[in-house]
């Protein structure tokens, strides 16, 4: 991963001008384990929401990025909103979350959204993700899933080198599941979802960005039509046989022994 790129795309920016995860991570820990009094740390922090609504759960929060940028994104956004008492639990760690400044076993959750997909090779992420977690702790992994539209599009902008981002590869559930099997981690249950709004506006709208044209976050499309749309993606996105259509997948399992 090329930390400059990353410095350059969180500077100056605004957590509200940022769309947040297309999966609700959050819900889907909660369906797994408590949150309150809870040591979590989010690795590849980004702009942190995750992480800060899980502090606003009564957890105790990491959030460890190396890009100086986005933990100062994070500082800006927490000055702004400093009613909140919970948020005096976060604490921002500036570290390579391949070589974090933890002990071994330190914390109850450990989560990443976006950031595996980085790296052609997942072992000192995943190892590493095992060492500081407890026994029985639980490792949440979010990524973009393979058979979607964004996939293809992400791929050719990537070789036009007008990506927003770094170089990413993309999952199956299979091959996500099947990789966390081989670290000894326990799958308890995966989800996915698509995007809302839809990838191919999130994508136009950044490409317009480089030649000064800015789009407004959520455009209205078709009212109440469009809300009933998204109502009925929330069922879907239950059964195993949409996880091949969504956008977004992620994995939730427990750590085991060796």
């Known amino acids: 991963m090329e930390k400059s790129r990353w410095d350059r795309f969180w500077a100056k920016r605004k957590t509200e001008e940022i769309?947040?995860?297309?999966?609700?991570?959050?819900?889907?820990?909660?369906?797994?384990?408590?949150?309150?009094?809870?040591?979590?740390?989010?690795?590849?922090?980004?702009?942190?929401?995750?992480?800060?609504?899980?502090?606003?759960?009564?957890?105790?929060?990491?959030?460890?990025?190396?890009?100086?940028?986005?933990?100062?994104?994070?500082?800006?956004?927490?000055?702004?909103?400093?009613?909140?008492?919970?948020?005096?639990?976060?604490?921002?760690?500036?570290?390579?979350?391949?070589?974090?400044?933890?002990?071994?076993?330190?914390?109850?959750?450990?989560?990443?959204?976006?950031?595996?997909e980085h790296f052609s090779k997942p072992d000192p992420l995943l190892k590493e993700n095992y060492r500081i977690l407890k026994e029985g702790g639980i490792l949440l992994v979010d990524v973009p899933q393979t058979l979607h539209i964004y996939t293809i599009l992400k791929q050719i902008l990537i070789f036009l080198g007008i990506w927003f981002g770094d170089w990413e590869r993309q999952f199956t559930i299979e091959s996500l599941t099947r990789l966390l099997k081989r670290y000894r981690f326990k799958l308890l249950h995966f989800y996915g979802d698509w995007s809302r709004p839809g990838v191919l506006y999130k994508i136009?709208?950044?490409?317009?960005?480089?030649?000064?044209?800015?789009?407004?976050?959520?455009?209205?499309?078709l009212g109440k039509l469009t809300q009933q749309f998204y109502l009925w993606q929330r069922e879907l996105r239950k059964k195993r046989l949409f996880l091949y259509t969504v956008l977004s997948i992620g994995v939730v399992a427990r750590k085991v022994k060796f």
């Open 204 to 221: 136009l709208r950044e490409v317009l960005k480089k030649f000064k044209i800015e789009l407004p976050m959520y455009p209205k499309y």
């Open 19 to 116: 769309y947040p995860p297309v999966t609700d991570i959050v819900e889907e820990l909660k369906r797994t384990t408590q949150i309150s009094d809870k040591k979590i740390l989010e690795a590849g922090a980004g702009t942190g929401r995750d992480g800060i609504r899980l502090s606003e759960e009564g957890a105790d929060v990491y959030l460890l990025d190396y890009s100086w940028e986005s933990l100062n994104l994070i500082r800006e956004y927490l000055k702004r909103n400093t009613s909140n008492k919970k948020w005096k639990r976060i604490k921002l760690i500036l570290a390579d979350a391949l070589n974090t400044p933890f002990k071994e076993g330190e914390f109850d959750i450990v989560f990443h959204q976006g950031l595996l």
